[in-house]
């Protein structure tokens, strides 16, 4: 019968397609552009973990198709929440981190598991909510507005606010300007049905707060960038509690040698250095009427950072 | 709040989209699709490798403990997937027993995670099929002179519609599932390596859900039911002949 032969062929090719997959062939793919007659060196991998925050505005895709045929890299970028990228730049599991909680970072830089950090690019958080904004935070400062809230979600059945509860960067931030605020973070938690944790990603936790017609902390970008249409407006866009600084980090070779430190250290030089931080200063700006990112280099001072982590690169 | 039919207008604004992306074949669509095809495909065969001589082995042996390992095998059904992802992730990173063979956020692993979510299901329910093939039939092959292997093949060959059935069920749950497939593979787009990324169709759909973008989260989902329907059409003809 026709059937057993379609059978064995169809299962031959399954075979020969799993071993190679299996094989862990890492021919590239040719580039659609004009083949070079000389053989070029072996592609290279980097392994980035990354916060969602950061990886779903599409700015570090649109840097890797630049940096990756420059460089012949390719950029392999896994995006989680901050508290999870770190973990696994702990084990040792990728090459390079992307995150954005100072604090975590100093703590991961101090306890030798990454090294050479520098600061690439910053915005803002900003607390976003309903346009009738019922708990009247408008143009508050962050702690203002956080202190506003709470009293408010006790009472006021229109006052919710949705907490990212996943221990990401921008939870981080969160639990950060209730302490700014006189709060401790467990009372806050446990304070009433007001306050909810979503557990996910900045855009999911978006959707639910648009859902609720709630108030959240999110970071711009991410703001900006989701692609469905949200009735949330943004209420609180000034303090120093939101700026919002991205840096990266290499894994520390001596714990883990495998490290691609050469490779990291190529691509964390190109990410500072003077016409890359104009590439990603100029991000987004057409698409969605204002950055997305600000340029780190020159801005040390505001930033709080020292000079040397935005401008100098990695010898 | 929108009414129920005002309701129904962006979800066939995202249908639409979706359809216009793949017509026009979008590149990252089509990468998204083969690596999802490729990666279940390997795990389903690979079970099923093992899987086919372990379940005859099983129903067909006499040993003490069969029916409790047959108890065993049949509780794994339920295994939930994210736990399966759980448990290899802390295998196959760096830091894990197996974290020298780099197995972690490559399609590799991914294998190995589906590979471990299809072997209960194809060894369970081929023990219930060929323990189902009547006793008259295999009498009759064992009296006809077959040799144990002889006799294993034809009871599989009598089994097969019930056999081929565990595989296809297999396969659907493999290739729809995406806790063990985010933990295990991270969900990395990869541009300048098609064989290095781990971006398959459902944990596409929780980047782009995540991202709003839900024309492209519907077209993805469009392609997951087509695979299974595609996958159900083709059991169906082989059992049929």
């Given at each position: 019968?026709?059937?057993?032969?379609?059978?064995?062929?169809?299962?031959?090719?399954?075979?020969?397609?799993?071993?190679i997959?299996?094989?862990?062939?890492?021919?590239p793919?040719?580039?659609?552009?004009?083949?070079?007659?000389?053989?070029?060196p072996?592609?290279?991998d980097?392994?980035?973990?990354?916060?969602?925050?950061?990886?779903?505005?599409?700015?570090?895709?649109?840097?890797?198709?630049i940096?990756g045929p420059?460089?012949?890299?390719?950029?392999r970028?896994?995006?989680?929440?901050t508290?999870?990228?770190?973990?696994?730049?702990?084990?040792?599991?990728?090459?390079?981190?992307m995150?954005?909680?100072r604090?975590?970072?100093?703590?991961?830089?101090a306890?030798?598991?990454?090294?050479?950090?520098?600061?690439?690019?910053?915005?803002?958080?900003?607390?976003?909510g309903p346009?009738?904004?019922?708990?009247?935070?408008?143009?508050?400062?962050?702690?203002?507005?956080?202190?506003?809230?709470?009293?408010?979600?006790?009472?006021?059945?229109s006052?919710?606010?949705?907490?990212?509860?996943?221990?990401?960067g921008?939870h981080?931030r969160?639990?950060?300007?209730?302490?700014?605020?006189?709060?401790?973070?467990?009372q806050?938690?446990?304070?009433?049905?007001?306050?909810?944790?979503?557990?996910?990603?900045?855009?999911?936790?978006?959707?639910?707060?648009d859902e609720?017609?709630?108030?959240?902390?999110?970071?711009?970008g991410?703001?900006?960038?989701?692609?469905?249409?949200?009735?949330?407006?943004?209420?609180?866009?000034q303090?120093?509690?939101?700026?919002?600084v991205?840096?990266?980090?290499?894994?520390?070779?001596?714990?883990?040698p495998?490290?691609?430190?050469?490779?990291s250290?190529?691509?964390?030089?190109?990410?500072?250095s003077p016409?890359?931080?104009?590439e990603?200063?100029n991000?987004?700006?057409?698409?969605?009427?204002?950055?997305?990112?600000y340029?780190?280099r020159?801005?040390?001072?505001?930033?709080?950072?020292?000079?040397?982590?935005?401008?100098?690169?990695?010898? | 709040?929108?009414?129920?039919?005002?309701?129904?207008?962006?979800?066939?604004?995202?249908?639409?989209q979706?359809?216009n992306?793949l017509?026009?074949?979008?590149p990252?669509?089509l990468?998204?699709t083969a690596?999802?095809?490729?990666?279940?495909?390997?795990?389903?065969?690979?079970?099923?490798v093992?899987s086919?001589?372990?379940?005859a082995?099983i129903?067909?042996?006499?040993?003490?403990?069969?029916n409790?390992?047959?108890?065993i095998?049949?509780?794994l059904?339920a295994?939930p997937?994210?736990v399966?992802?759980?448990?290899?992730?802390?295998?196959?990173?760096?830091?894990?027993p197996?974290?020298?063979?780099?197995?972690?956020?490559?399609?590799q692993?991914?294998?190995?995670?589906?590979?471990?979510?299809v072997?209960?299901?194809?060894?369970?329910?081929?023990i219930?099929?060929?323990?189902?093939?009547?006793?008259?039939?295999?009498?009759?092959?064992?009296?006809l002179g077959?040799?144990?292997?002889?006799?294993?093949?034809?009871?599989?060959?009598?089994?097969?519609?019930?056999i081929?059935?565990?595989?296809?069920?297999?396969?659907?749950?493999?290739?729809?599932?995406?806790?063990a497939?985010?933990?295990i593979?991270?969900?990395?787009?990869?541009?300048?390596n098609?064989?290095?990324?781990?971006?398959?169709?459902?944990t596409a759909?929780?980047?782009?859900t995540g991202?709003?973008d839900?024309?492209?989260?519907i077209?993805?989902?469009?392609?997951?039911?087509?695979?299974?329907?595609?996958v159900?059409?083709?059991?169906?003809?082989?059992q049929?002949?």
């Open positions: 019968m026709n059937y057993k032969k379609l059978l064995f062929v169809l299962t031959v090719a399954v075979v020969v397609v799993a071993g997959a299996f094989s862990g062939c890492t021919t793919t040719p580039p659609a552009a004009t083949p070079t007659p000389t053989p070029a072996a592609q290279e980097l392994l980035i973990a990354t916060t969602t925050s950061l990886y779903d505005t599409g700015l570090l895709d649109y840097l890797g198709e940096f420059d460089y012949n890299a390719n950029l970028i896994t995006s989680k929440g508290g999870q990228a770190i973990e696994l730049g702990r084990g040792g599991d990728v090459d390079v981190l995150v954005h909680d604090v975590r970072e100093d703590a991961f830089l306890d030798g598991s990454g090294m050479d950090r520098r600061v690439f690019a910053y915005n803002y958080f900003i607390i976003v346009p009738s904004d019922p708990a009247g935070i408008k143009d508050m400062s962050p702690t203002d507005a956080f202190t506003m809230l709470y009293e408010q979600g006790q009472t006021n059945p006052v919710v606010f949705v907490s990212r509860g996943d221990d990401s921008t981080a969160e639990k950060l300007i209730w302490k700014q605020a006189g709060y401790d973070y467990e806050v938690r446990a304070s009433g049905a007001w306050y909810i944790e979503a557990g996910t990603g900045m855009g999911t936790t978006l959707n639910l707060a609720k017609d709630a108030y959240t902390l999110s970071d711009i991410t703001f900006l960038a989701y692609k469905t249409d949200l009735d949330l407006v943004p209420l609180v866009t303090g120093d509690d939101l700026l919002n991205y840096s990266a980090m290499i894994i520390n070779p001596a714990k883990y495998d490290t691609k430190v050469a490779l250290k190529e691509w964390i030089n190109w990410l500072i016409e890359i931080q104009q990603i200063g991000f987004g700006v057409a698409e969605y009427g204002q950055p997305l990112f340029p780190a020159d801005n040390w001072e505001l930033l709080n950072v020292p000079r040397e982590e935005t401008q100098d690169p990695i010898p | 709040m929108a009414g129920f039919f005002e309701g129904l207008n962006p979800i066939l604004e995202g249908i639409q979706a359809v992306l017509i026009a074949l979008d990252q669509i990468r998204i690596l999802s095809l490729i990666i279940t495909l390997s795990a389903v065969l690979i079970g099923s093992i086919l001589p372990l379940g082995g129903a067909y042996g006499k040993f003490r403990g069969r409790a390992l047959i108890w095998v049949q509780t059904y295994f997937t994210v399966i992802g759980l448990i290899v992730f802390l295998f196959l990173r760096n830091n894990g197996f974290g020298s063979l780099d197995m972690l956020f490559t399609p692993g991914m294998i190995i995670g589906q590979t471990v979510l072997l209960p299901i194809i060894t369970g329910l081929t219930s099929a060929l323990v189902a093939v009547d006793l008259t039939i295999r009498d009759t092959i064992t009296s077959a040799t144990r292997m002889q006799f294993l093949i034809s009871a599989i060959k009598e089994a097969r519609f019930a081929l059935a565990a595989i296809a069920l297999a396969f659907g749950r493999a290739i729809s599932e995406v806790g497939a985010i933990i593979g991270g969900n990395i787009a990869s541009p300048g098609f064989w290095t990324s781990t971006r398959t169709l459902t759909i929780t980047l782009e991202k709003g839900i024309a492209l989260s077209a993805l989902g469009i392609i997951l039911l087509l695979i299974a329907l595609v159900n059409v083709i059991i169906s003809i082989v049929n002949r």
